[in-house]
């Protein structure tokens, strides 16, 4: 069952502790601070008017005179003081930013300077701002001891506690609360115990700690009954019929009920007294009021023509700022569109020179195939059966060079099947050298595949086909009679397997090598121009081998033979 305990249990939350020092006599440590500074300089009235208000608790009256202290006196030791009675009025009218800006004007060797920072510490606990109210008490909390003659050091460790109760950080708020509650049970101070005991309670109780919090709930009741607090006496009470509700005690949560509702009514009648009181106090409030309005009518007469200078001026400059950054972004806008053209008209020039190519590469290849269809005609007439052979390995080759334009344009225009799967590299390389056996011994090149038969790659088995049929098809090409080709590969890398294509053919020079490597690029003038297209066959199978999240280098010596490198991802074993 959830605890119904948010309603009652959370009312000590809301209460800091005081921090000012109690003392036995009526007039606090404070105010004689202030009337022993007033007696010390008689002739400066207003100061003297806004202690005698800071006396009475009337604050808008002490911050009409302090504020006139600052404006018209000269006396120096007097200003701190006027900023200090500034920032306790402000923080008694729980008007947070002015009291933060007060204080931030008082000199910090002020002798009351820590004083103020703690009344800001539970301006902002009430207000909830509870890591600002964090920052403050911590730099008040080890203090020389001398610091705490006005400074109440137990409460500002239980408001610590508190604040960290809020921000559900409980290891702190114990580590603190407890501290103050055995500095409070040293000092004998009732009424700030009543409260750090419902705190702790309420720490425990939230955290179904009953054992724990009980034992404070009832600490809290019995010190509330010794107090003429009636509204302490109410929510002590409260607070005990809960936990007996809780409990499923009814009948002693029936008897706390109508206890509270006896100091509810008490309550209630000493209200009626004070509501009466404040409405005196509200009127006499009102009068002062109107000193107030008119000092604060001149005041922003003054600040509105202030004003008025720097925000003209400051509308000249955004203006002009403005101004510039147009121009700015119109000369890059204008670089921009500049380079744009550039590199749009480059990509024109090479897809024209590629559509150049690839038509005549196709119209190359469908007029080499109707002519050897002719010359095969004729050989089937004369029944020349090796020239037949010779002219069917050279029509495999025009077909080949007419799939790779087949291939590039749908590799292009995204059209192609792709599907990578986990396969064994060696089957792959070896049923496609398969197809050009006849090739190699045509040309007496000895062939070696010796891919490990324990290489495992992912790939899309299709475009690999393609891949190494082009790489294989450049080997027998470029390879001399009696040459060798040998298919190998290597595991430099824990990520790639690498497969080699290596002859012993004519090679390339580097800047030869190099081009080919480009992202993009055609061959017209090389040299072997008699064996070598355009290299679209290199450019489809570096498009294939990327889309493969593979890589491709080229290693060659010009006469001695060349080495094409495919770097593809291995299989990764989950096991």
Not at 484 to 497: A, G
Request: one cysteine or more; glycine letters at 4%.
């Amino acid at each position: 069952m959830n605890k119904f305990i948010t309603l009652v249990l959370l009312f000590f939350l809301c209460n800091p502790q005081s921090i000012i020092s109690q003392e036995k006599n009526t007039t606090s440590v404070l105010n004689r601070e202030m009337i022993d500074i007033s007696k010390q300089f008689p002739s400066d009235i207003f100061f003297k008017k806004a202690v005698l208000f800071f006396l009475e608790k009337n604050w808008d009256s002490t911050l009409v005179y302090s504020q006139k202290q600052i404006l018209t006196s000269q006396t120096k030791p007097l200003l701190d003081y006027s900023k200090f009675l500034r920032v306790y009025s402000f923080t008694q009218k729980k008007v947070f930013k002015e009291a933060e800006k007060e204080y931030s004007l008082i000199s910090k060797n002020f002798k009351l300077y820590n004083l103020a920072k703690t009344y800001l510490g539970v301006l902002a606990l009430e207000q909830r701002q509870f890591k600002k109210a964090i920052t403050y008490f911590e730099d008040v909390i080890d203090l020389p001891e001398r610091e705490y003659e006005l400074i109440k050091k137990s409460s500002i460790i239980h408001n610590l506690g508190l604040c960290y109760l809020h921000l559900k950080k409980i290891p702190q708020a114990e580590f603190y609360l407890i501290k103050s509650i055995k500095i409070k049970e040293q000092q004998k101070d009732t009424l700030a115990l009543i409260g750090t005991y419902g705190n702790v309670a309420s720490l425990y109780y939230e955290q179904y700690k009953d054992a724990l919090a009980i034992p404070y709930f009832e600490k809290a009741y019995l010190l509330a009954k010794k107090t003429n607090d009636f509204d302490l006496k109410r929510k002590a009470t409260k607070n005990m019929a809960v936990v007996e509700e809780n409990r499923k005690n009814y009948k002693k949560a029936l008897v706390y009920r109508k206890e509270m509702e006896q100091w509810k009514d008490s309550l209630n009648d000493q209200n009626k007294i004070w509501e009466v009181a404040k409405l005196e106090k509200e009127f006499a409030v009102k009068e002062k009021q109107k000193e107030v309005n008119i000092l604060q009518v001149e005041n922003k007469l003054k600040e509105t023509q202030r004003n008025l200078f720097l925000y003209s001026a400051a509308g000249l400059f955004i203006l002009l700022g403005i101004g510039t950054y147009f121009y700015r972004e119109k000369v890059k806008a204008n670089k921009t569109i500049a380079l744009q053209k550039e590199n749009l008209d480059a990509l024109n020039s090479t897809k024209d020179k590629l559509f150049s190519i690839v038509s005549h590469d196709l119209r190359s290849s469908v007029n080499a195939l109707k002519r050897s269809n002719v010359t095969l005609l004729d050989n089937l007439a004369s029944k020349n059966i090796d020239a037949i052979g010779t002219l069917l390995h050279k029509n495999s080759a025009i077909v080949n060079g007419a799939y790779n334009l087949l291939n590039y344009a749908l590799l292009q225009t995204k059209q192609s099947y792709f599907n990578i799967t986990s396969m064994s590299l060696f089957f792959i390389t070896e049923q496609v050298a398969y197809n050009y056996k006849p090739l190699l011994l045509e040309k007496t090149i000895h062939f070696e595949n010796t891919v490990s038969k324990s290489s495992l790659i992912n790939a899309d088995q299709e475009s690999l086909k393609i891949i190494l049929r082009n790489l294989l098809d450049n080997a027998i090409k470029f390879s001399k009679q009696n040459g060798t080709i040998k298919v190998y590969s290597q595991n430099n890398s824990p990520e790639y397997c690498d497969l080699v294509i290596e002859d012993t053919g004519f090679g390339m020079n580097e800047a030869t090598r190099l081009k080919l490597l480009e992202t993009n690029f055609t061959l017209s003038k090389k040299e072997h121009e008699e064996v070598i297209g355009t290299g679209l066959g290199i450019q489809l199978c570096k498009s294939m081998i990327k889309k493969n999240n593979g890589k491709f280098s080229i290693k060659s010596e010009l006469g001695k033979g060349t080495k094409m490198i495919v770097s593809l991802p291995k299989t990764q074993d989950n096991g």
